[in-house]
C-alpha cells in the first residue's frame, strides 16, 4: 500500500489547475529571449505595481527576518478607513484565492454541497472538492450565471453559492438589482461568496453597492484582490468582507501568518493609490478597445467582459484552437487556453500594453493567414 492509495477518493479525484505558462518557461522550451515574449495569459497588470507598493517593499526589506503580523492590522486599519467596515468584518488571505478556500474549509464537509456557475472560475470548483464536498455545475446563460437557474439548483444540504462578479475566465457580469434580487431570496443557511477580483475595472456605474449589503445579508462574503487592478499578483494578497462572526469563522481556519510582511505593506501602501488605480483602468479600457477591434478586423467572435482579458473564438473546434494556441506560442505570445472552461474554442487573452495588444493581434493575424 502507498499513501496516496489511502489518500481519501475526493483528494485523489481532484485535476490540478492549469496556470498560464511562466515567460521563464517558455524561453526555455523555445529557445527564445524572455525579453521577446509577451504573457498576456494570467489577467496580470501590465503597469506592474504602483509605485507606492514598490516604495513599501523596499522600506519592509529589513524586517523580513521576522514574521508577519499575523492579524495583519496595518493593511486591515487601511481596508476599514476606505471600505468603511469594521476591522472584525475582514479576513485577509495569501491572495483572494485563500479567501476563497477558507470559506470552503471552514464551511462544507462531506455530505454538503456548493452551488457554482458552468464556465465559472476553476478555484470554486477545487476548493469544494478539496472540502469533500459535492459541487453543482449550473449551466450558463449567455456565458454567465443563470441566478435562477442557480437558485433552483440549491438543495438542502447546500451550504456554499459561489459567484463571480465579473466572471473568469467569461468576462461576464450581473446587474447590480438581479444580484440583490437573488441574495435577498437566497436561504438563511446558504452563504454566498461574491467574488470581486475584477470590480475596480468596472465604470463606477456598473458597481454593485456590495460593501453596503453586508449589513443586510449576514450570509455574505465578499472577495477581492490585490493581483489585478493593484498590481501585485506575485505578492498574494487579498481579502474578505463579511459580518463578524462568518469573519470569525473563516479566521480560524487560517494559518496564522498567512500572508506575508512584504504583501500587507505592499498592499497598505497600495490601496490608497488612486492615480495608479485610474491609470490601469484607462489602459485596460483602451486596450480592451483594442483588441474588440482587432477582432473585427480579423472576423472573429468574442464574448464581451467587463474584465482585463476577454475570450476570443479563434477555432472552429478544439483542435484548431489548440493549433492556433501552440502557434502563437512559437511567436513568443503566451494566452491562456480555455478548454478546460468548457469553451474549447476560445482562447482568453489578458489586455496588455498598446504594443503588446498590437504583438498578439498581428501575431494571431498571421497565423489564420497561413495556418
Ligand atoms: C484572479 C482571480 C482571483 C484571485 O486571485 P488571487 O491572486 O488569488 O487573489 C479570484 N477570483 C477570480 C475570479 C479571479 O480571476
Known amino acids: 500500500m502507498h499513501p496516496c492509495d489511502l489518500a481519501p477518493a475526493h483528494i485523489r479525484a481532484i485535476a490540478p489547475y492549469p496556470p498560464g505558462k511562466p515567460i521563464s518557461e517558455l524561453a526555455r522550451e523555445m529557445g527564445l529571449a524572455e525579453a521577446d515574449i509577451v504573457k498576456l495569459a494570467s489577467n496580470e497588470n501590465p503597469l506592474g505595481p504602483s509605485p507606492r507598493a514598490r516604495a513599501a517593499m523596499a522600506a519592509g526589506l529589513d524586517e523580513v527576518a521576522l514574521y508577519p503580523d499575523g492579524n495583519g492590522f496595518e493593511l486591515k486599519f487601511a481596508l476599514s478607513n476606505r471600505l468603511g467596515v469594521g476591522i472584525d468584518g475582514i479576513v485577509l488571505g495569501n491572495g483572494s484565492n485563500d479567501v476563497l478556500e477558507l470559506a470552503a474549509r471552514a464551511l462544507l464537509a462531506p455530505g454538503t454541497s456548493a452551488v457554482y456557475s458552468e464556465h465559472a472560475f476553476a478555484v470554486y470548483p477545487l476548493a469544494t472538492q478539496a472540502a469533500g464536498a459535492r459541487g453543482i455545475a449550473v449551466p450558463a446563460r449567455d456565458w454567465g450565471h443563470d441566478l435562477a437557474a442557480m437558485g433552483a439548483a440549491?438543495?438542502?444540504?447546500?451550504?456554499?453559492?459561489?459567484?463571480?462578479?465579473?466572471?473568469?475566465?467569461?468576462?461576464?457580469?450581473?446587474?447590480?438589482?438581479?444580484?440583490?434580487?437573488?441574495?435577498?431570496?437566497?436561504?438563511?443557511?446558504?452563504?454566498?461568496?461574491?467574488?470581486?477580483?475584477?470590480?475596480?475595472?468596472?465604470?463606477?456605474?456598473?458597481?454593485?453597492?456590495?460593501?453596503?449589503?453586508?449589513?443586510?445579508?449576514?450570509?455574505?462574503?465578499?472577495?477581492?484582490?490585490?493581483?489585478?487592478?493593484?498590481?501585485?499578483?506575485?505578492?498574494?494578497?487579498?481579502?474578505?468582507?463579511?459580518?463578524?462572526?462568518?469573519?470569525?469563522?473563516?479566521?480560524?481556519?487560517?494559518?496564522?501568518?498567512?500572508?506575508?510582511?512584504?504583501?500587507?505593506?505592499?498592499?497598505?501602501?497600495?490601496?490608497?493609490?488612486?492615480?495608479?488605480?485610474?491609470?490601469?483602468?484607462?489602459?485596460?479600457?483602451?486596450?480592451?478597445?483594442?483588441?474588440?477591434?482587432?477582432?473585427?478586423?480579423?472576423?472573429?467572435?468574442?464574448?464581451?467582459?467587463?474584465?482585463n482579458f476577454v475570450c476570443i473564438e479563434v477555432g472552429k473546434d478544439a483542435a484548431a484552437t489548440a493549433k492556433i494556441f501552440q502557434a502563437l506560442l512559437r511567436k513568443g505570445v503566451i494566452v491562456r487556453p480555455v478548454g478546460n472552461y468548457g469553451l474549447p474554442t476560445y482562447l482568453r487573452v489578458s489586455i496588455g500594453l498598446p504594443e503588446q495588444n498590437t504583438r498578439f493581434l498581428a501575431a494571431l493575424g498571421e497565423i489564420l493567414e497561413r495556418p
Open 154 to 307: 440549491i438543495r438542502d444540504d447546500t451550504r456554499v453559492v459561489f459567484l463571480a462578479n465579473p466572471n473568469n475566465p467569461t468576462g461576464t457580469l450581473l446587474e447590480s438589482g438581479e444580484l440583490h434580487a437573488f441574495l435577498t431570496a437566497l436561504p438563511s443557511r446558504v452563504a454566498a461568496v461574491l467574488d470581486e477580483a475584477y470590480g475596480e475595472f468596472l465604470d463606477p456605474a456598473r458597481r454593485a453597492p456590495s460593501v453596503d449589503w453586508l449589513a443586510e445579508f449576514p450570509n455574505l462574503i465578499l472577495t477581492r484582490t490585490f493581483s489585478k487592478a493593484y498590481g501585485l499578483a506575485g505578492l498574494r494578497v487579498g481579502y474578505a468582507l463579511a459580518q463578524p462572526d462568518l469573519a470569525d469563522l473563516l479566521n480560524r481556519v487560517r494559518q496564522p501568518f498567512n500572508v506575508n510582511s512584504l504583501a500587507l505593506a505592499a498592499a497598505a501602501a497600495a490601496l490608497g493609490d488612486e492615480e495608479f488605480l485610474a491609470r490601469a483602468k484607462a489602459v485596460n479600457d483602451a486596450g480592451m478597445a483594442q483588441l474588440l477591434d482587432g477582432c473585427r478586423r480579423l472576423g472573429l467572435g468574442h464574448i464581451p467582459s467587463f474584465g
